[in-house]
């Protein structure tokens, strides 16, 4: 049989399988449409159409059940093929004469029935012939194109555009059984040809499985169930037993579960990989193996069972393990690592101790390497990684040490300064300013050039006074420091640091108890449009602490972060927010505000994010287009591709985004067009001085402008005098929020406020 044959025979099955069950439909609808219709249509052309369909039905009905070909001198299916377009010929002519025999000219309800089961008919006729291409349009033909003839020759306008849309429906029926009846026919190819394929995998499964056994690597075979079906002799070898024993094994309950997470992920469409220590159940084998499964498909695509390679590495997991030990120098720089450093530094401690010389720790961290990262890659990261860890070298004695931590963090030991505090320090930070000049010179990044400046932190030793682990402690609060001093400069630690330290811990411990005693509270800033009148506000949570009083966000924002307790924090702010959407949407005055609220980055990148949103809407059952979440330019740089695919998740719910404190990142605008955004905010540090600054001026009238191309809105925060206002209204700034409109206040002074509006 030809490929064309099979694909005729397939087809002509496809339209059997589908045809009692269309013939039932048809004589069903036929017996509705008659009951419908009796009231309207005059006795004898419902009798006349009734007759006819059950002579149709009949006819059909024999093609369906006894399908023996007529004995003509041509193929079976194709004889076959042309009963079957006869009979769908003869129904649709059938259907067909109800637009003249059942239309009731004078009951518009009964006409457009009848034009609904028509349409029906013609849809499911697409649907159930789609496989035969003209079976499919003659019948669809046949149906329609009588009841819009008598639409059209009734004349009246109404009856004239229904036959105009009747025409219309036909057309998009021809063109979609086209498509429909062209992926059928695809779908019946490749079931062929895969069945050919299958043939031939058959035909080599012999020689497959006589490669196998003879491979040097370990396989076996396992099904949907984690069964072992088939194992080599390799992989028998390997856990010292044979395959009869093997073979049969349930892997769920083997001694060693390391490996099943492998197995699964292959039962799920992807590739499993294992590398790691390995106990056999049935003897005492164990060694170092690494493990490659894959799934295994069956003609169709289905996941049938799995297959495992297994090497042993067991001698080259000793050797591996015997030069990690060696490992002391990193791979990227070549400086020594914070292993060798720590060795060193322990060295230098008893050096001290025994000459009465101090030394030094200068703790260097490169300003904005992220922003580097993102903008032009990690190669170029790497390159300049490569490069400062070169010019640290060149600062230093020969005597002293230069090591990397990891990431852009490095490290310099300068050993054998002087015998007091101050003649060492001035030595130090001599050496560090040196260092702040050499690596804040131009760097040469393939074709860019690219400038670079470090934060250093210091802290002295003399003797075994502190551990090292301490002294790279307060080598790193030094650095901070300098951080926050405003980058590209050296501070030296010292107790006040520590202090600050010994506060911080203090703070954080406080700010886990404050959730639980529900200390936060929401604040409210009214938003505005050019009138004044409200549209919404921006939520901003306060810390009305015990001893302290009212703790603004600033003071535990930074904290809560590094802490994770954002977390719960943010959560806790979702609610509060929620619920008082859901309590404004019970005042006419109210109902349509929106409110702000401020998601941080870790917040917004929890897997759970779009869920726990959506779950908080619905409990509150509040109208999710008020809720608006404001998130920061950090956001949008960390996992871009993620941040994108989590915004249109939340956009499909309904919620709404505003870019908050836009301008003063490192947003890229590639990026920004992808962002399902309706609105960005102006930072209040551009509108601050807008009056008098033309540089803000130009920054915030281009904004604006970006914004309205982007189709965005625009609102500005900190607007606090009238001729700020002005400025922004006339350059196409349509809401605002700042102090000119009102502070942040509690809840009850904010709707007080409104019903003064």
């Known amino acids: 049989m030809n490929n064309q044959t099979a694909i005729q025979s397939a087809q002509l099955r496809q339209l059997l399988s589908v045809s009692k069950v269309s013939l039932i439909a048809s004589i069903t609808l036929a017996a509705i449409l008659a009951y419908m219709q009796r009231s309207v249509i005059s006795t004898t052309a419902l009798l006349v159409w009734c007759s006819l369909m059950v002579a149709a039905s009949l006819f059909r009905a024999a093609l369906v059940y006894f399908p023996q070909p007529f004995r003509l001198n041509r193929g079976v299916d194709q004889v076959r093929l042309e009963r079957f377009r006869l009979g769908v010929m ?32 013609t849809a499911g006729g697409v649907i159930s012939f789609s496989a035969d291409l003209v079976s499919a349009v003659t019948f669809s033909a046949l149906l329609s194109l009588p009841i819009a003839t008598r639409l059209f020759v009734a004349g009246d306008s109404l009856s004239v555009t229904m036959g105009v849309a009747v025409m219309l429906y036909l057309g998009f029926m021809i063109m979609s059984v086209r498509r429909i009846n062209q992926n059928v026919n695809e779908n019946i190819t490749l079931r062929i040809e895969a069945a050919g394929r299958e043939e031939k995998v058959r035909e080599s499964e012999e020689r497959y499985r006589l490669l196998l056994s003879h491979l040097p690597v370990g396989i076996f075979h396992f099904d949907t169930d984690l069964v072992v079906t088939y194992c080599n002799d390799r992989c028998a070898a390997m856990l010292r037993n044979n395959v009869d024993c093997i073979v049969g094994l349930d892997m769920k309950l083997i001694r060693d579960q390391a490996v099943l997470p492998s197995l699964r992920k292959a039962m799920q469409g992807e590739m499993g990989y294992y590398d790691g220590h390995y106990h056999a159940t049935f003897s005492e084998a164990e060694g170092w193996i690494y493990m490659t499964c894959a799934p295994v498909r069956d003609g169709s695509g289905k996941i049938v069972g799995g297959i495992s390679i297994v090497q042993d590495i067991t001698e080259h997991k ?47 961290d490169l300003d904005n390497f992220k922003a580097l990262n993102d903008t032009l890659g990690h190669d170029m990261g790497d390159l300049l990684l490569q490069q400062v860890a070169q010019r640290l070298t ?5 005597g002293d040490s230069v090591a990397r931590l990891g990431g852009d963090e490095f490290v310099v030991m300068l050993e054998d300064l002087g015998q007091h505090d101050l003649e060492t320090a001035a030595q130090t930070e001599a050496v560090g300013e040196k260092i702040i000049a050499t690596l804040g010179q131009p760097y040469q990044l393939v074709v860019s050039e690219y400038r670079c400046t470090p934060s250093i932190g210091v802290t002295l030793f003399n003797g075994h006074r502190l551990a090292k682990e301490e002294l790279l402690k307060q080598a790193d609060i030094a650095m901070y420091q300098a951080k926050k001093a405003g980058r590209n400069t050296v501070r030296f630690f010292d107790q006040q640091m520590q202090d600050a330290v010994t506060a911080r811990v203090v703070l954080e411990s406080e700010l886990r108890k404050a959730l639980a005693k529900q200390q936060f509270l929401l604040y409210y800033q009214i938003q505005v449009d050019r009138s004044h009148r409200p549209l919404g506000a921006e939520a901003l949570i306060r810390w009305m602490h015990p001893e302290r009083g009212l703790v603004p966000p600033d003071a535990f924002i930074r904290v809560a972060e590094e802490t994770d307790m954002i977390l719960p924090i943010g959560q806790w702010v979702m609610d509060t927010a929620c619920a008082q959407l859901k309590a404004w949407q019970q005042d006419v005055l109210t109902r349509n505000l929106t409110l702000a609220v401020n998601v941080s980055a870790k917040q917004f990148h929890q897997a759970d994010f779009v869920a726990r949103v959506q779950a908080t809407v619905e409990r509150h059952t509040i109208d999710p287009v008020l809720l608006k979440l404001e998130l920061t330019e950090s956001i949008l740089l960390e996992k871009i591709e993620d941040t994108i695919k989590t915004m249109h998740a939340l956009k499909e719910i309904g919620v709404q985004f505003s870019l908050d404190d836009f301008g003063t990142g490192y947003s890229s605008l590639q990026y920004l067009k992808q962002l399902p955004l309706d609105q960005i905010k102006i930072d209040r540090s551009f509108v601050r001085d807008i009056v008098s600054d033309s540089s803000d001026r130009e920054i915030v009238g281009t904004i604006i402008a970006m914004a309205q191309n982007l189709d965005l809105d625009v609102i500005a925060e900190g607007v606090e005098t009238e001729e700020q206002r ?17 502070k942040p206040v509690p809840i009850r002074e904010f709707d007080a406020m409104l019903k003064q509006q």
């Not at 067909?96 to 239309?103: K, M, N, Q, V």
């Not at 050797?319 to 060798?340: C, K, V, W």
């Open 318 to 364: 000793v050797a591996e393990d015997r030069i990690n030990n060696l490992a002391f120098y990193d791979p990227l720089t070549g400086l020594p690592n914070r292993r060798l450093l720590l060795d060193r530094l322990q060295q230098a401690l008893a050096t001290s101790a025994r000459s009465g010389r101090e030394g030094a720790l200068l703790f260097i």
């Open 394 to 398: 060149s600062c230093v004695r020969e």
């Open 726 to 742: 002005q400025f922004l209204l006339g350059n196409g700034c349509l809401h605002f929020q700042g102090y000119l409109f009102g």
């Open 90 to 121: 003869v129904a649709g002519a059938m259907w067909g004469s109800s637009g003249f025999l059942l239309f009731p000219a004078d009951n518009p309800q009964h006409v457009m029935f009848l034009i609904f089961v028509l349409a029906g008919m």
